[in-house]
């Protein structure tokens, strides 16, 4: 999740989101009851959960984590605060690992900064956490295998992996391009069984080698809408209409302009202007890569440790996550035959795609300042609204029909709040609406204030927050 320590904030990301959107919005009428399934069996917990990110708390400017006197002296104060558990993240973009790894090199010093000489800053963590009762979740960069910025990483190291495994995407004139030509961070083909297999390694080995509570895959996705339109996920697809649809035409495809036509860039960032016959088969395809990945990943944490948690964490707008190739709802939702919210990349069969029922926990980023649908005229009488705290719970509570906790997140630094009060008003309403609790991103912007849009500690807006 480090692109949103160093993003350009939540105002244009929303308004991205909203001009990607393809929805219909229902207006509820009180004379006639919700034609909507009820969420039925609700388990609600209140677990505070807090993130971790490895690069801005142990190698960041402003990060002190590298120390462990501070590792104890913010469990202690996080503690004090309130919070139950931390996502600690043990691997980052460039695919190094914050542990000794027999897959990737670990990453000991940056920017100046080193971890002590002699300390595994995973297994230190984890264990003065679990002196304090914390619950701790793992955390991977599962489909990002290189840092741009530093030239780091298996696409930038490895000749196979950057000339065949690294992620093709279309840009504006159509040109396939490797997606780290773009300046984006080092996106790997999901479907490439190697990559696969690399994610599945790193999985098993942080299960295996410390006593933890949950693994949670992060980036479990493709780059955006833009990948990836490698050879390999053309001959894929083919394979993939021949086997689903039986289309003997398939090998014919214009290749990728049958997929999308032409491309146009809006807010920054490469879209579909026109599509081709293969568009919405295209996307549930892509879904399906992802789905049949967290099937596997899934069986193997509980073929290391059966009563593992295993989770995700993914963004709260579902309306547009297709893009980004996943279905995070339950098999027991179909957005293509859904009346009130039809959605218009869908396509029969894609509920198939929802992969809830793989999980034990889900995460959703709730990372707006819009708390209640009625705080604006535009959405006070709309069902759901995915770019509200409250809209979005709603909505991932719909969608993913109660078949796991559902934690919801708030994003305390990258985001606008107009005061702390704010803050501590959204995360009381998450404790109270999500059914697993709040997941809040991330202890940097909460002790550095220079990491944060208040410029202010925020241990205060935690403490109130969280109080029972």
Known sequence: MKRLIYSIGATALIALMALSSCKKTVTPDPEKPDPKPPVVNEERRREAIVWVDARSNVFGTYGRLSDTAMIK??????KEVGVTGLVLDLKGSSGYTMYPSNYSPQV??????????GVDYAGYFIKEAKKRNFKVYA???TFVEGETSKARGKVFEDAQWKNEY??????????RVP??????????????PAVQERALNIIKEIVGKYELDGMLLDYGRYTDVSADFSDFSKNDFIKFLENKYQDSEAKKMSFPSDIVTSWKISSDQVLPNATGKYYKRWLLYRATVIHDFFVKARAAVKSVKPNMKFGTYVGAWYTTYYQVGVNWASQDYDPFNDTDLKFDWAYPDYNKTG??????????GNYFTQLMMKDNPATANLAYHWWSVEGSLKGGKYITR????LYGSIDMGNVDWPDQKSISNTIKYILDNATGGVMLFDVVHVY???YNRLKQPLWGALREGLKK
């Open 73 to 78: 002296t913010t469990l202690d104060t996080l």
């Open 355 to 364: 992969y809830a029922e793989q999980l034990d926990l889900l995460m959703t």
């Open 166 to 175: 690294q992620s093709i995407v279309c840009d504006v004139n159509g040109n």
């Open 139 to 141: 955390s991977i960069v």
């Open 448 to 450: 550095a204030p220079q």
């Open 402 to 405: 109660n078949k796991m906790p």
């Open 108 to 117: 000991t010093s940056q920017d100046g900064k080193s971890i002590p000489a």
């Open 179 to 192: 997606v780290t030509s773009t300046g984006k961070n080092g996106f790997v083909n999901p479907s490439i």
